[in-house]
Structures are given as structure tokens and as C-alpha cells.
């Protein structure tokens, strides 16, 4: 297991170590020159108040949220669930799409913090509603029997025992951020991202560029180190059966309705604008068509590879996550800090790290779905590692003990215990991943095969050039495919609940 997963951090270290080679060959003088720069400056601070606002008040939606859904008596439980979900089924450019071509005015750090909030919140949402469930609800009883509120019992009882999930949503937040790209250029926001394409695009693996990818992925350490320290080392699982008994729902009474009109407002905007937008588009775009042939083809060439990359990455991610649970220390966490890395370096310096790498090690992977296939694994990693490792937390160990007394090896007690019980966190990681590749945009441009398009470069074409109604129909087929994997992700949390009863 630890070959395992020793193997996967250096695959997902491939471009780190590409960016750190050509910082090393340009030398040291040259390298703090493009560095110390007036315009470093400004990209830096524009994207650490965007990382840092994003986290925020995703975070702060994402645990209010929940607790709506899960605590309280508020109607319509599931329909709630289902549509706080459903952001995960746009991607980032398409909601900024749907926001600029219907208001211009939507631009600059407000209306960049707007669309990635909308878009990413589903990331903390959803593993605090899973760890909602799972937990123990004798804790807060006892909280109760002790005099505290309910207020006071959340914040000192229930909010701690939520960090894994709301800290590992978080860092998906804010790695997912620091690569964003087609959002930000839309929205015209100026970020260390944009800035590398816009360098990349001029002068092609420029040093000003290399350069810039490694203040980023200083950046991306920095938020490691953060959700590492913050994280702690406590263990979360339960033994027994305590989740199987619910809580008496907070009561609304007279703030059912405000409350009820501000979460129908907040889906209003996460999910009626792109929709209104890509039915407008669709009807009165002076540029729509309905191209069959083209619109099938790229269909199938993305739902194709968004399900080889989340097979794939699922795997990879397993070990890395079961060591950083289950063996906990310095080289494990090593481990699992390594596989962040590449998920915050914009997909076109991955990408050239991989074809370097393939052209001087493995010519014969260049121009192949392979090659790309392994450049989804290292970008999306993190994805499934933070979903694995939040249900391996709530996977007692003692399930393992009692298989191994019984006489079950390290490999059947996996099979036959472990795996059953975090399929859910599984199903979950493959979702998001399946999710991410769907609507992946530059790594795709630069690795795909020949004759390769996929609905998001399809989309990208139409929508850079003005031509909301052309771009239309392949947004929405964007939505369409990433609809079932969403719906995954909202039968996990249920089904965690059953297992663990």
C-alpha cells in the first residue's frame, strides 16, 4: 500500500517538478526578477482576496445550508437537497457565461466572488450534510442534559466534529480557485491563472510564465499547511449504532417563510439564471444551430473520457487515502499533501508538463486518450482523496480489528468490510471527478487526440467569439451529462446513513 501510494504522489508531482526544473534553469537572478514585478503584485492580491472570500462564504452557505436541511423542520426536505445540489451540474463557465451574457456589468472581484460562490458552495454542502448524518447524536443530548443551547451545543459540539468535511470542502474550494480559468477570463477578473495563459499564449512556455506558476503553487502549499493545521489530529468515527437514532428538528415556527423565501432567492440564483439563460440563448440567439453530427461526436468523446478519467482516478486515490487514515505520520502525510499540488496549477502547465514528459520518456503516449487520461488523474486527485478520506474518518478501525480475529487477511478485511462501508464516499469521489473532467477546458485543448472535441472546447469556441446561441446547446448538454453523476452525490449521504444502521 505504501509503494501504492508512493507511486501516485510522484505521478501527481510531474508538473511541480517541471515548474521547478525550468525555475532552476533559468537561474536565480532571472527568477526573482520576473517575480518581483508591480503586476505579480496585483495578481497575487487579487487572487488571495478571491481564495480567501470564496472559502468564506462558501463555507459559511454551505454549513448553513446543511443544518436547514438536515436540523430543521423546513418542508420539502429532499426537493431543498436536490436543487442546493444541482450548481455541481454547471460548471463555472457556464454560470459565468449565463451572468455576462445576460448583465455585462457582472465583472471584477464582486461578480467573480459571486459566480464561484454559486458554483462551488455544492463542495462544502455536501460532505457536511454527509458527516450531519453520520454523526452521533448522544453527544449533543448529553450537551443538552447539561444546560446548553441549542445555539451553543452546534458551535462546541456538532461544529467540531464537522471539520473533516468542512475543511476538506474548503480546500476543494480554494484549489479549484487558484486554477480557475475560463470563469475569471469571462468575468475579466485578472488572476495568477489568467495571467499564465495570457503569457502562454504569446510567447509559449515563456519563463514570465514558469515563474508565475511557481508563486501559485506557493500558494496552493500555503492552503495545504493551513487545512493541515487547522484539521488537527482527531479521529471521528463512532462505534456502534448512535447515528441511527435522528434528533427532534429545530423548529422554525413563525421563520419558516422568511427562511423558506431567502433559500428559494439564494437557488434562484445558483440555479434559475444559468437555466434562464441557456433557454433565452436558445430561443432568440441569432447565432443558435442545431449541428446533430458535431453535438453527438463531442457528446460521446466527453462522457467517454470523463468516465475512463473517474474509474481511473478512483483507483489512484484509494491508497492515498486509506494510508493518510489508517497509518497515520509524517511520510503518509507527505503523501497526501503531494497529490494537491498539480489541482492548483492551471491545466495548461500540467498539460506541458506532460508533454514534455511523454515526448523525452514515452513518445509513443504523446497525442493519446492515455496521456490525457493520467493529465485528469493528477488535476482532479484531490477530488476523490478528500471524499475517501472524509468516509474513511467515519470508518471505525475496530471493524478491522474484529475481521482480522476472525482470521481475514489485510486484503479480505478490505474487500469484505472497509469498501462496503465507504462505497458511498467512493460513489461520491468518482461523481465529482466525473463532474470535473466533463467540464475540463485548456488540458483538454492541449492533450486531446487529433479530431478530439468535447463539449466544453466546442462551448469555449462558440462563447469567446460572442456566440451565446451557438455555445446554448452545447452548455446545455454539458448540464444534461453531468445531471446523473449529481444525483449520485445526492443519494450518498443516505446511503451512508443505511450502511452505517
Known sequence: MLFAGAAVALLALVPLGFV?????????????????????????????????????????????LAFLVERTDIRFKNLWHGLLVAPLAVPAFVNSYAWV???????????????ITLSYYPLVYLPVVAMLRGLDPAMEEAAWSLGQSRWRSFRTVVL????????????????????????????????????IYDLYGSTFNGAAANMIAGVLVLCCLLLLLGELR????????????????????????????????????????????PTYALVHWLRVGTSTEFPIGELAEATVSTMGLAAAGAV????????????????????????????????????????????????????????TSLLLVAAYAVLFLPRAVVTLRAGLEQAPVVLDDVAHSLGSGPLETARRVTLPVIAPSIGAGAALVFLAISTELTATLMLSPIGTDTLATSFWSASTDLRYGAAAPYALLLVLISIPATLLLMRQADRRERIAA
Open 20 to 64: 521547478a526544473t525550468y525555475t532552476v534553469l533559468i537561474g536565480p537572478a532571472e527568477a526573482w526578477d520576473l517575480v518581483v514585478r508591480p503586476r505579480v503584485g496585483m495578481l497575487l492580491w487579487n487572487t488571495v482576496r478571491l481564495a480567501v472570500g470564496s472559502m468564506v462564504t462558501c463555507a459559511v452557505l454551505g454549513v448553513a
Open 101 to 115: 451574457s445576460l448583465e455585462r456589468s457582472v465583472a471584477g472581484f464582486g461578480g467573480a466572488l459571486l459566480v
Open 160 to 195: 467540531p466534529q464537522l471539520r473533516p468535511g468542512l475543511l476538506g470542502g474548503c480546500l476543494l474550494v480554494g484549489l479549484h480557485l487558484l486554477a480557475e480559468f475560463g470563469a475569471l477570463q469571462l468575468l475579466r477578473f485578472p488572476t495568477f491563472t489568467t495571467a
Open 230 to 273: 487547522l484539521r488537527g489530529r482527531r479521529r471521528f468515527a463512532r462505534l456502534g449504532h448512535g447515528a441511527a437514532r435522528t434528533l427532534e428538528p429545530v423548529r422554525l415556527g413563525c421563520a419558516r417563510w422568511p427562511v423558506t423565501a431567502l433559500v428559494t432567492g439564494f437557488v434562484g440564483l445558483s440555479v434559475g439564471v
Open 312 to 367: 481511473v482516478t478512483s483507483v489512484l486515490a484509494l491508497p492515498v487515502a486509506w494510508l493518510a487514515v489508517r497509518y497515520r505520520g509524517a511520510a503518509t502525510t507527505l503523501i497526501e499533501r503531494s497529490t494537491y499540488v498539480a489541482n492548483a496549477l492551471p491545466g495548461i502547465v500540467v498539460a506541458l508538463a506532460f508533454v514534455t514528459v511523454s515526448l523525452r520518456v514515452i513518445p509513443v503516449v504523446y497525442q
